[in-house]
């Protein structure tokens, strides 16, 4: 079974940035949907971004909208989320997931998640 892993989380400044890398292993990633959701303690989880097979249709929430890029190579079987002009409330545990249709159902992958803390 594949696996999604996310590297590149960790401690920010507010106004820094940060990037965050989904790899995968045993897992091709160029036919699926991407996105991060991220889950601040006590809070629910919130899709930050996604990103279609091809890289052409992005979404973003509203809350990292003109902050947040999501892209992707899939000769490299990665995707990213560029993370620039932090907030203290960008603080959460970022998950990578990837979503494909196959045959018999919905492949649906998710990483263990990276800690992103920032700094006021």
């Known amino acids: 079974q594949g696996q999604l892993v996310e590297s590149g989380g960790g401690l920010g400044q507010a106004g820094g940035s940060l990037r965050l890398s989904c790899g995968a292993s045993g897992l091709s990633l160029s036919k699926s949907v991407m996105g991060w959701v991220r889950q601040a303690p006590g809070k629910e989880r919130e899709v930050v971004s996604t990103?279609?097979?091809?890289?052409?249709?992005?979404s973003y929430a509203n809350s990292v909208k003109g902050r947040f890029t999501i892209s992707r190579d899939n000769a490299k079987n990665t995707v990213y989320l560029q993370m620039n002009s932090l907030k203290p409330e960008d603080t959460a545990v970022y998950y990578c997931?990837?979503?494909?249709?196959?045959?018999?159902?919905?492949?649906?992958?998710w990483g263990r998640g990276t800690q992103v803390t920032v700094s006021s």
């Open positions: 990103i279609s097979w091809g890289g052409r249709t992005t």
């Open positions: 997931n990837s979503k494909q249709q196959v045959v018999g159902g919905l492949d649906d992958n």
